[in-house]
């Protein structure tokens, strides 16, 4: 951190040495010619301006400094109140008054909120402050978050090692698992309204309904086409590996964990007439409370569809949704900023809970696993290429940093509204396509989900020796495929679908602790590789109805 303060009397004849010192403070931190005169000329701006409005018996303060690559400029002096919004001249009033000293003063003002994103003014206890944000480091809330999932994972490790464990056992229980529960309880306490009011916003701005099948067409066609290949990466990275061949040394292990590992005290119902009948709620209440996401999509479907055809209310209806739709996305970037923080307690929470030796007992399987979910992205690239005809690079430059952030939550319905942001500030996706596609790919499309069942299913059942036929290969492949579809978009909803497949193969039920163990791990790989699937999926679809805005989609200076 590196600070510069000077102090100046409110005069008119300090704006010029006052300006004189940041452009001096700008040149020593090596900022670029264009920078140092665009930062110069509207810190002038904004000293004039505290001084025109100042207590001539006060001073302005003003202090830069450079922070983890961001450089601010911040700027107090006592005075009266004012808004800089309020003294804007409007373009039509310009050009109709005589040029001269208002001119100068709106020129002033244009300049200063022209950087709205990157100048801040309040007014407080009598002082007018000015915040200038000259260089913001783009990938600082990358590096924050990359640096709380070490930092956590290295000191779960240690404690789980060397500490005490009742110590261990305080530190996990009472700070980092509440804190963890606290952020993901957080986000999902709006991702229903964010789901429910992102689609009817959606589905009432499609003035055609054949448009709006056209594009929930491709992108069911899009998931399901993934989901197949998921189930195909799965059973090949199995048979390339054949993990699980050391059948005693796993099963003892299986049979330790299983001890320890909490049980799985939840359902997921199998059949596919059980998923489709779900769809429809009992009453319009239930699918908020309990955030089931097919529900929400088909009320939220349907309330758009009734908005536009209900004739002189539709106007204010589309505004009002509009407005909580705005709403809801705002408290998601609030939430969304705390993220390091959960992150760091997640990672130190999970060391804690398995430590090394569970992790090493079953390293085959969890390795074959990663490489399936590898091959997946990979197959993700290649239909953006073939498929979405677009570059990946911009999209994996613009992605990676989020995929951090959702491996750290371990939920894809706790994703949506990071996803949804995302396609809307950085890859130029419509939001007729993301509102729809986002919320949709988190209920049904689980390929990460497909990869890691088919994986552990038969590496399990080679540890206990069970045979897995040709005829049980494929009923065990459609069951992936429907359970895949029917689980929740929450944490540990992978472990679920697994122990109920595993018991359709007749694989002992103690298994189930191998995967246990490192369930938590496990589910934010999955949650990860989903997201993105999710990601590229809407990516092509948009692209391929005229959604995409490819200027912005190859802006890779959106960070």
């Known amino acids: 951190m590196m600070n510069k303060r000077a102090t100046f009397k409110l005069i008119q004849d300090s704006v010029?040495?006052?300006?004189?010192?940041?452009?001096?403070?700008?040149?020593?931190?090596?900022?670029?010619?264009?920078?140092?005169?665009?930062?110069?000329?509207?810190?002038?701006?904004?000293?004039?301006?505290?001084?025109?409005?100042?207590d001539k018996n006060g001073s302005l303060r003003i202090k830069v400094k450079k922070l983890m690559g961001s450089l601010t400029v911040e700027m107090s002096a006592p005075g009266s109140?004012?808004?800089?919004?309020?003294?804007?001249?409007?373009?039509?009033?310009?050009?109709?008054?005589?040029?001269?000293?208002?001119?100068?003063?709106?020129?002033?003002?244009?300049?200063?909120?022209?950087?709205?994103?990157?100048?801040k003014f309040r007014h407080?206890?009598?002082?007018?402050?000015?915040?200038?944000?000259?260089?913001?480091?783009?990938?600082?809330?990358?590096?924050?978050?990359?640096?709380?999932?070490?930092?956590?994972?290295?000191?779960?490790?240690?404690?789980?090692?060397?500490?005490?464990?009742?110590?261990?056992?305080?530190?996990?229980?009472?700070i980092l698992t509440p804190l963890k529960t606290m952020y993901i309880n957080a986000l999902k306490t709006i991702v229903a309204p964010v789901v429910f009011f992102s689609i009817v916003t959606c589905v009432s701005g499609f003035s055609d309904l054949n448009e709006l099948g056209r594009i929930g067409g491709?992108?069911?066609?899009?998931?399901?086409?993934?989901?197949l290949i998921a189930v195909a990466?799965?059973?090949?990275?199995?048979?390339?590996?054949?993990?699980?061949?050391?059948?005693?040394?796993?099963?003892?292990?299986?049979?330790?964990?299983?001890?320890?590992?909490?049980?799985?005290?939840?359902?997921?119902?199998?059949?596919?007439?059980?998923?489709?009948?779900?769809?429809?709620?009992?009453?319009?209440?239930?699918?908020?409370?309990?955030?089931?996401?097919?529900?929400?999509?088909?009320?939220?479907?349907?309330?758009?569809?009734?908005?536009?055809?209900?004739?002189?209310?539709?106007?204010?209806l589309i505004q009002f949704f509009e407005a909580l739709n705005e709403l809801f996305m705002k408290i998601t970037s609030m939430i969304i900023r705390l993220m390091p923080v959960a992150a760091f307690c997640s990672m130190s929470s999970m060391a804690l809970d398995l430590g090394v030796k569970a992790i090493l007992s079953i390293f085959g399987m969890f390795a074959t696993f990663i490489f399936g979910l590898v091959c997946l992205l990979i197959i993700y690239i290649l239909l953006l290429i073939l498929v979405g005809r677009l570059d990946p690079r911009p999209f994996i430059k613009k992605y990676a940093p989020v995929m951090l952030q959702v491996f750290s939550m371990g939920s894809s319905n706790a994703s949506i509204p990071?996803?949804?942001?995302?396609?809307?500030k950085k890859l130029g996706v419509g939001s007729k396509v993301y509102s729809l596609s986002i919320p949709l790919g988190a209920t049904i499309n689980m390929d990460g989900t497909c990869v890691m069942m088919m994986v552990f299913a038969l590496a399990l059942a080679g540890v206990y020796g069970v045979p897995v036929s040709g005829s049980s290969f494929l009923m065990m492949s459609f069951m992936v495929v429907i359970l895949s579809m029917g689980a929740p978009g929450i944490p540990g909803a992978g472990v679920i679908c697994l122990s109920v497949l595993i018991e359709h193969l007749g694989v002992p039920t103690e298994a189930i602790g191998l995967v246990m163990g490192i369930g938590p791990l496990i589910g934010m790989f999955l949650c990860m590789c989903n997201c993105t699937g999710d990601m590229v999926i809407t990516t092509i679809v948009a692209k391929n109805v005229g959604e995409l805005d490819i200027d912005k989609y190859k802006d890779t200076s959106i960070d």
């Open 418 to 424: 990071l996803n949804m942001e995302t396609c809307d």
């Open 124 to 174: 407080k206890n009598g002082y007018n402050n000015i915040r200038i944000t000259i260089e913001r480091n783009k990938r600082r809330f990358l590096y924050l978050t990359l640096g709380a999932l070490i930092a956590g994972t290295l000191l779960g490790i240690a404690l789980s090692m060397a500490g005490p464990e009742a110590a261990n056992g305080a530190l996990n229980g009472y």
């Open 16 to 54: 010029g040495s006052a300006t004189e010192f940041v452009q001096e403070c700008l040149e020593e931190y090596g900022l670029s010619t264009k920078d140092v005169i665009k930062g110069t000329l509207v810190a002038e701006e904004a000293i004039a301006s505290l001084i025109a409005h100042g």
């Open 233 to 316: 990466v799965g059973a090949g990275a199995f048979y390339l590996f054949r993990p699980g061949t050391n059948g005693s040394s796993a099963a003892a292990a299986a049979a330790e964990i299983s001890g320890i590992a909490k049980p799985v005290t939840e359902d997921v119902e199998l059949s596919a007439i059980n998923i489709i009948e779900d769809i429809i709620p009992s009453n319009f209440l239930s699918p908020f409370l309990e955030s089931k996401m097919p529900q929400l999509i088909f009320l939220a479907a349907l309330c758009g569809i009734a908005v536009g055809l209900i004739g002189k209310y539709s106007e204010v």
């Open 81 to 119: 109140e004012y808004s800089l919004s309020d003294e804007i001249v409007e373009l039509d009033d310009i050009l109709d008054s005589d040029v001269g000293d208002d001119m100068l003063e709106t020129i002033r003002n244009i300049m200063l909120t022209s950087l709205a994103d990157g100048l």
């Open 218 to 227: 491709r992108t069911i066609f899009m998931y399901s086409l993934t989901t």
